[in-house]
Structure formats: structure tokens, C-alpha cells
């Protein structure tokens, strides 16, 4: 695969992507009028299969063109409300593969980066990909001093395509006929495509790991990878190799137990992190966790995070503690100071309490919560039919990475069926952050 792949223009990106679209949405819908003559057995299964079908093309295009594209097509994948289950099943492979680039290439742009032959710097280069990703892929090395280390080569070209791809959006996005999120496409755009630009500088990435390294020092069980600082650069990132499985294919390794502790350990970083030290780690989906051979939880790719005031931590612990005390004016004022829907007041306190309850469903009751038997796609289509005015109930951009990492941390406890009490992890926090 060469970096001219990842060159191509706008216009063109946009018509790859476009008509991936478009050819997933036509057959879905030619099949639709088939349906009519089936038998209602029949037809179930022919809807999961077209589901399924357009996952897959869209899987195989965004796959291809990497970058944004790939990097939407993940973050859809993770959060079970967003698509039905056979298409998001479809769009999962991009956790953690897409089509990766030649070896021959690879090494030459290592040697290339580091100014070395490859067998200067490393005792020992795998040729086999452990991940290839949306910017770039990895390979398992060893250097002269026995180090074990995960060697990341970002896509030659793939920085430049962040901007077109987001110009892609913004077009798209413009269309819609929700008129709050079209009133803030152009910030929500920018907001996003600088988050993917420092994605893009691995550099920053090895600062970030470093950052949350000595987080996670007081966060039981959980484990960041250090940067070998001195080869890294802009487009090459090399950092200690974490031993353990894809947590997408350990969950079903362990007992009801064992997911619940792992899911504690989740919790305990998004959590601590986010709240007691005000940073969003906004790339939540199971490619980037794995579960050790030491049975620790490890964490990867810290490019897309970001510093978080304070105060707007702290909000958020707020809105619990309104929900608790069934207090709408209070809440309406938390979500006024949080800047949703441009701070006006666009729901009834009433509305504003019952969709909390739906939301942080979690949250509501004390003791252990089956995340696994949690459907909140039903509630939230009916709560949207009361409250049609929940269309103009649109978050402020500096917000996005934040409910990003809600989303991914909501459908990866889901999909392992955990059992865990947050309520608990929130009153502790609140404990310790407001009171």
C-alpha cells in the first residue's frame, strides 16, 4: 500500500465514501420492497443479512481510506444505541484491523524516520501486524537491550487527508434536518478535526502517555504504556509492548467475576482521570484495551485526549447529584452552565429530569447495575416522541470528546454484561470532589 493512496483529493475521498453509502442505503432499500412476499421468519433473517452486508461494505471502504473515515466507522462500532447490532457487529473489525501497509514499506519508513538501518536500532522487527489502524499500524520489536516494544509507523500521507475528510463531514452534516446540530456544524467540525490533527502528532501522543502513566500510578490494576522517548518522532511512535488479549476477545475468557472487577477498573479510569485529574481520554473502544497476561487492564492510544476545565468536571458529578435530589431547576441551570442548546432553556425541568433518568440509568438506583440487560434505546425513542423540543438539546463542541468517552464506556460494560454499582463510584467521587 503506498502513501499516494492516502494523497487523493477531496472530491475523490468524498465519492469513495459516498457511494459506499449510497450502494449499502439502495440495496437495503431494493430489498426492502422483496420483504413484501416473504414469510415473517424469512424476513427477519434477510434484514439481519442486509445489515450485515452494508456493515461490511462500509467496513471495507472506511478500512481503505483510513484516517477520519476509518476513525467515524470506530466510533460508530462502539456504542450499542447508535446502529442496529448486525451492522455495528459488521463495523467492529475497524477496532483493530484494516488493510495494512507491505512490510518493505514499513521498514524503509522506519529506517527513514530514525536515520538507521533497522537492524541498528533492533535486535529484533516483526514482520507480522499486531494492529493496523486508522493512522497507522504497529509491529512488535525488541531492541539491543532486551526491551520488548510495540513500534507504531503512522500511514505516509494520512495527516494530510484529516482536513478533506472534515470538509467531507461538514457537507454531509450541513444537510440535516435536526436544526440544533446544523446551527453548530462548524464548530463541531472544528472541534473534531483538531482533536484528529494532534492524533496525528505522535509526539504529543508519547507526551500524553507519560501524563496518563503517572495517573494510573494510584489507579489499581491499570496500566499504560511508556514511550521510549528517544525514538519516537511526528510520525513514529515506540513504546513498552503490553502482553495480554484483545479485551473484545478476552470477555469471553472470564467469569461474571472477573468482567466485573475488569469493568471496576474501567470505571476507576475513565473516572479518576476525567474528574480528580481533568483529562478526557477520548478513544474508548475495545481495540485500544487489553486485558494482561497479568490479569491488569491495559490501556493504548492516547492521542485523541485532552486537558478539561475543573469546574466542567465537576458539573457533571452535579447533574447526578440534581437527579438524586429530583431537583429540575438545578439541573437546567447545570446544563445552562454546561452551554447545551447555546445555554437556552429549550426543555421543561420535568423533561430535563426524565431524560436524565433514562441516561444515567445506572446512576439511579443504589447497588449493583446489569449493564448487559440495559436497553436504553427504547426508552430514549419513546422520550424522544414526548419531547421532540430534545432535537435542539445540542451539547457545546468542547464537550464532544467527553460524551465520546461515555459512549465507548457504556457499550464496552454492555457488551461484557457487567454487574457493577457506579452509583457507588459516583457518591464516592462526589464525596471527594464537592463535599
Known amino acids: 500500500m503506498s502513501g499516494d493512496e492516502f494523497r487523493t483529493g477531496r472530491l475523490a475521498r468524498f465519492g469513495k465514501l459516498g457511494a459506499a453509502f449510497l450502494g449499502a442505503s439502495s440495496r437495503y432499500l431494493g430489498d426492502r420492497v422483496v420483504d413484501a412476499v416473504r414469510q415473517a421468519e424469512e424476513r427477519h433473517q434477510a434484514q439481519a443479512d442486509r445489515l450485515s452486508a452494508a456493515g461490511a ?73 499486531l494492529g493496523a489502524a486508522s493512522l497507522g499500524q504497529v509491529h512488535g520489536a525488541t531492541l539491543h537491550d532486551g526491551r520488548r516494544v510495540a513500534v507504531k509507523v503512522q500511514y505516509p500521507g494520512i495527516a494530510g487527508t484529516i482536513r478533506s475528510d472534515m470538509s ?6 450541513k444537510l440535516t434536518p435536526l436544526p440544533g446540530l446544523k446551527d453548530r456544524v462548524d464548530e463541531y467540525i472544528e472541534e473534531i478535526g483538531q482533536a484528529f490533527e494532534v492524533e496525528a502528532d505522535y509526539l504529543r501522543e508519547a507526551e500524553h502517555q507519560d501524563i496518563f ?18 525514538l519516537c518522532r511526528t510520525d513514529l511512535l515506540v513504546m513498552d509492548r503490553l502482553e495480554g488479549l484483545l479485551l473484545k476477545d478476552a470477555w469471553s475468557t472470564l ?20 474528574h480528580h485529574h481533568q483529562w478526557v481520554y477520548g478513544d474508548p473502544h475495545p481495540g485500544n484495551f487489553l486485558y494482561l497476561n497479568s490479569g491488569e487492564l491495559g490501556v493504548l492510544d492516547f492521542g485523541c485526549a485532552r486537558p478539561v476545565e475543573a469546574e466542567r468536571t465537576d458539573l457533571y458529578l452535579q447533574l447526578l447529584q440534581a437527579m438524586w435530589a429530583n431537583d429540575g431547576g438545578w439541573m437546567t441551570q447545570i446544563y445552562i452552565d454546561l452551554g447545551f442548546a447555546r445555554g437556552e432553556v429549550v426543555m421543561s425541568p420535568d423533561a430535563l429530569l426524565e431524560f436524565n433518568r433514562i441516561a444515567l440509568a445506572p446512576f439511579v438506583e443504589k447497588g449493583p447495575f446489569d449493564w448487559g440487560a440495559w436497553v436504553f434505546r ?46 457507588e463510584h459516583a457518591e ?8
Not at 428 to 435: D, F, K, N
Open 57 to 129: 461494505r462500509l467496513a471495507e471502504t472506511m478500512g481503505e481510506l483510513k484516517g477520519a473515515a476509518m476513525k467515524l466507522g470506530q466510533m460508530l462500532s462502539v456504542d450499542n444505541e447508535v446502529l442496529p447490532p448486525e451492522m455495528r457487529k459488521a463495523l467492529s473489525v475497524l477496532q483493530r484491523q484494516a488493510p495494512p501497509m507491505p512490510f518493505t514499506q514499513v521498514a524503509r519508513l522506519v529506517e527513514e524516520r530514525l536515520g538507521q538501518p533497522l537492524d541498528a536500532v533492533f535486535l529484533e522487527f516483526e514482520e507480522q501486524v
Open 255 to 274: 467469569d461474571q467475576d472477573e468482567r466485573n472487577n475488569l469493568g471496576g477498573r474501567f470505571v476507576d479510569f475513565f473516572a479518576q482521570t476525567f
Open 378 to 423: 427504547n426508552e430514549f425513542q419513546g422520550f424522544m416522541l414526548r419531547h421532540p423540543e430534545f432535537l435542539r438539546f445540542t451539547p457545546a463542541a468542547e464537550d464532544l470528546l467527553y460524551l465520546r468517552m461515555v459512549s465507548g464506556l457504556r457499550g464496552m460494560l454492555q457488551d461484557a454484561g457487567v454487574v457493577l454499582d457506579v452509583r
Open 213 to 230: 502513566g503517572r495517573f494510573v500510578e494510584s489507579i489499581d490494576g491499570v496500566v499504560v504504556p511508556a514511550p521510549v522517548r528517544a
Open 428 to 435: 464516592r467521587l462526589i464525596a471527594e470532589r464537592l463535599l
Open 168 to 173: 467531507n463531514l461538514k457537507t454531509l452534516l
